[in-house]
Structure formats: C-alpha cells, structure tokens
C-alpha cells in the first residue's frame, strides 16, 4: 500500500484533500455541483501536493473512497479529471514538478480504474441500479476526452510512454465500461504516442479476447485510427 508519507506527502493534507473532493452533497436533479460555487474557498496545495495527493489517491482508490457513494466519487473525481472549473489536472504537469513524481502518479493512475471505478460500476450494473453511478458512468467514458493532463505533455517521451502503459493495462481488467474507456483514450491520443504499430498489435490482441462482443470490436478497431467519439 503507497502511503503518503512514503513519497513526502502530509497525512493531514492527503485526509484534507480527500474530504474536499469527495465529502460533499450530491445536488438535486436541477441543481450544481459544490465546486462551481464562487463562493467554495480554494484548497490550498503546490502543484507538487496535488500531484502527489493524486498519486495516493490513485493508489489507494478501492480504500480510501469506500466512505462515499458512487455519486460522490463520480462527482469528486469528475473534478479531478477536468478543468472546467478548477486546475488539478494541470498540475501534474506544472514545471515546477519533477518528471518523476508526474510518473510515480501515472505509475499509480490503473488501480484507480481497477479497484474503484470498475468495481462500482460492475456492481451496479449487476444491481440494475444504473441510476447510482451516472456521475462515475460520466467519469469512466469521458476522462480521456476531456483530461488535459497528456494533451499538456503529449511532447514529452516518459509521459507517451506513461499513457500507453495505463491504457494496455486497463484493456487487461474485467469491466467492460473499463476496456472501452481504454479505447476511447487510445481512439484520441494514438496520434501522438507515436508506436502504431505497437497500437495495432495490441488492439489486435485485445480483440482476440472479446470476439463475441462485436460493439466492441468494432470501436476498438476504430480506436487503432484515431476514429473514436
């Protein structure tokens, strides 16, 4: 378990984030998310903090989320993953933060998937309880489109590299809605990982794997050329 004092993060920091993100009523059908209030105070963390809070929290996703419900984890991470109203995810990539801490929090990025995200949607999939996960549902197909955090260093070797592996590794987990997740990120950042031919002959494994489910196939043979929505 990566602990946040094993990379030099505050533990009463870490535990501060975590209440800010995702300790936080889930509004009424009509009504906005906490963060889009002017009025909300600034979490206040150096680039380098948030990247290692990230860190932690991707690491230890499964446990550290198990408090809060699909709708707050949704909500939470949606604000993580986006810029609409906040700058977390550019701070990975601020040039204050050394390279290799950036990489220790992708190195970290695939269990979020795997023991958070997927779970809870498998679960409430098998549930039939669709209606308790529309917010992680949302995180889970659109973080790749919307996370500007590669786009920002897509010039950049280690982080080509870095996105490549959390993408294969995440076509290697169970859930669906993971594996095509995957390939929506793999659909829109193929042009700049710049190893097609590496892309193909994984994509091409991966179809192996799910030949009866032919939605899938197909989208990922059009993740292969950058033919995604």
């Not at 209440?19 to 380098?48: C, N, S």
Request: with cysteine.
């Amino acid at each position: 378990m990566l602990t946040a004092q094993a990379i030099g993060l505050d533990p009463a920091l870490y535990a501060a984030a975590l209440r800010y993100l995702f300790d936080r009523p889930v509004p009424l059908k009509d009504g906005q998310e906490w963060y889009w209030d002017i009025d909300e105070p600034e979490f206040v963390a150096t680039p380098l903090e948030w990247t290692r809070i990230q860190t932690v929290l991707f690491a230890n996703a499964g446990a550290d989320l198990a408090p809060y419900d699909n709708q707050q984890v949704g909500m939470g991470l949606n604000h993580v993953m986006s810029n609409n109203a906040g700058n977390i995810p550019h701070m990975a990539v601020d040039a204050s933060v050394p390279l290799a801490d950036a990489m220790q929090m992708m190195q970290a990025f695939p269990s979020l998937w795997r023991d958070c995200i997927g779970p809870r949607l498998d679960q409430a999939g098998a549930a039939g309880d669709a209606s308790s996960v529309t917010r992680l549902d949302f995180v889970c197909h659109m973080w790749f489109d919307v996370w500007p955090t590669f786009w920002n260093a897509r010039h950049i070797s280690e982080w080509r590299d870095a996105q490549w592996l959390v993408l294969s590794e995440m076509l290697d987990m169970p859930c669906r809605e993971v594996q095509r997740s995957a390939l929506h990120g793999i659909g829109h950042s193929v042009r700049y990982l710049q190893r097609d031919e590496v892309v193909r002959q994984r994509i091409a494994r991966f179809v192996d794997t799910v030949k009866g489910d032919i939605e899938l196939v197909n989208y990922a043979l059009a993740a292969a050329d950058g033919m995604v929505q």
